[in-house]
């Protein structure tokens, strides 16, 4: 049973850069036709997808305008680890993020979530 | 974009009684391997999404048998046959045909 688990800051100032970390347990991110990915959900609001990427390279953000290219998703093969980078934080970035497996186009595996808040 | 649209927003039920929730998409989602990719997702209060029903209609390993999806090109329906006091929570619709990937607003079922 593959299992997900966000790490990082609770805690991010605006116009900072918000860093996570998923660790990758009961699977390997370097082996499959997997997409790591990283999904948010604001305090009692629906979900929104960030983006993905394979171990290979193919990559994908959501350029909406909440996002804005401003997401960097990397995997990390030696550590069994993928992560996400989001610029310029605003009020508007307070969410829980989670982190999932993509599995053709569909969600599979997801992590428990962390609770990400931007205020100074 | 893809835009998915959920009804109802808001769904009461009682005990034991069926309960439907429609999810339409602006376009349709039939992938270039003749796939639909149209998900179901659950969200207990407090919990993750857990996903019930993957390629409109596969039910996912350990989901009870009265949930069942159907449907094809733009129109999709989640159906549970007699709902029970654990359904509670946030049903999603989410294409996953066409990127960005998009889920619906969330259906809330709640216990009448």
């Known amino acids: 049973q593959v299992q997900l688990q966000e790490s990082g800051p609770g805690l991010v100032k605006p116009s900072e850069t918000l860093s996570l970390t998923c660790t990758v347990s009961?699977?390997?991110?370097?082996?499959?036709?997997?997409?790591w990915s990283w999904i948010r959900q604001p305090p009692g609001r629906g979900l929104e997808w960030i983006g993905y990427?394979?171990?290979?390279?193919?990559?994908?953000?959501n350029d909406n305008p909440s996002l804005k290219s401003r997401v960097t998703i990397s995997v990390d093969t030696s550590k069994n680890q993928f992560s996400l980078r989001l610029s310029a934080v605003t009020a508007a970035d307070t969410a829980i993020y989670y982190c999932?497996?993509?599995?053709?186009?569909?969600?599979?595996?997801w992590g428990q979530g962390t609770l990400v808040t931007v205020s100074s | 974009e893809v835009v998915m649209t959920q009804s109802p927003l808001s769904l009461p039920v009682t005990l034991g009684q069926p309960a439907s929730i429609s999810c339409r998409s602006s376009?349709?989602?039939?992938?270039?391997?003749?796939?639909?990719?149209l998900n179901w997702f659950q969200q207990r209060p407090g919990q993750s999404p857990r996903r019930l029903i993957y390629?409109?209609?596969n039910r996912d390993s350990g989901v009870p048998d009265r949930f069942s999806g159907s449907g094809s090109g733009t129109d999709f329906t989640l159906k549970i046959s007699r709902v029970e006091a654990e359904d509670v929570g946030v049903y999603y619709c989410?294409?996953?045909?066409?990127?960005?990937?998009?889920f619906g607003q969330g259906t809330k079922l709640e216990i009448k």
């Open positions: 999932a497996r993509d599995n053709r186009g569909s969600i599979d595996f």
């Open positions: 009961g699977g390997s991110v370097g082996i499959g036709d997997y997409y």
């Open positions: 990427k394979s171990y290979s390279g193919n990559t994908n953000n």
């Open positions: 376009q349709g989602l039939v992938f270039s391997d003749g796939n639909t990719y």
């Open positions: 390629k409109v209609s």
């Open positions: 989410m294409q996953g045909s066409r990127w960005p990937y998009v």
